[in-house]
């Protein structure tokens, strides 16, 4: 069965702390690998999408990055603002699956 | 910036009845999605919509839900009979390209009493 598995559940940072956070997936044919923003009571915001192994994409403070097993979300000198929920999910054969998340939080 | 919005932000019902809840996707959108989140749980797909009729959907999208594009605009989701385990948060996503990166709306939060 496929699987998305992120870790950590949740994480707690200083602004200014660098760190990153991790989606493993097991599926067959993966054709994206997708990271979304959530923040409470509000749907998920598209950050990125990558598509294969070696990939990279930016965008302000986060970084993505795509192996074959697993995806890493890159936060560096983040701010609170940056307080989120963050999803990973693949598309592979039938429909987006989603990971459960991990919960960011940054104290000022 | 164009978004997805949904009506009504947060609905209340009695078990055993029918809701409709309502979507109007980015316009020049072709391809509709609702996702449920259960409080503290992943988001889970239910269906996916192109072209008018259903693409795929999951076990949870049983014989009591349904969906319906009834006009260029709107994309609405029916539970014929709620049950209490349907209270959850109901996204609706559009996407302009198949398997491409979705855009949710803000969500209805459903409560079955």
């Known amino acids: 069965e496929d699987q998305v598995t992120q870790s950590p559940e949740a994480l707690r940072l200083q602004e200014g702390e660098s760190s990153s956070l991790n989606c493993s997936y097991t599926v067959s044919g993966l054709r994206g690998l997708f990271w979304y923003r959530q923040d409470p009571g509000k749907g998920p915001e598209f950050l990125f999408t990558l598509y294969s192994a070696g990939e990279e994409k930016e965008k302000e403070r986060l970084k993505a990055t795509l192996t074959k097993k697993e995806s890493f979300l890159h936060i560096t000198a983040p701010k609170p603002e940056d307080s989120a929920t963050y999803l990973c999910a693949v598309q592979a054969e039938g429909d987006m699956r989603f990971g459960a998340g991990t919960r960011l939080t940054v104290k000022p | 910036e164009p978004e997805v919005t949904q009506t009504p932000s947060h609905q209340v019902t009695q078990m055993g009845q029918e809701v409709i809840l309502r979507c109007v996707p980015i316009?020049?959108?072709?391809?509709f999605y609702w996702y449920r989140q259960i409080l503290g749980q992943k988001v889970e797909f239910l269906v996916s919509?192109?072209?008018?009729?259903?693409?795929?959907k999951s076990e949870i999208f049983d014989d009591q839900f349904s969906v319906e594009r009834p006009d260029g605009s709107n994309f609405t989701l029916k539970i014929r009979s709620t049950k209490l385990e349907d209270s959850a948060m109901y996204f609706c996503?559009?996407?302009?390209?198949?398997?491409?990166?979705?855009?949710f709306g803000s969500g209805t939060q459903l409560s079955v009493l």
């Open positions: 919509f192109y072209n008018n009729e259903i693409s795929e």
């Open positions: 316009s020049n959108h072709l391809y």
């Open positions: 996503a559009s996407s302009d390209r198949n398997n491409e990166k979705l855009f």
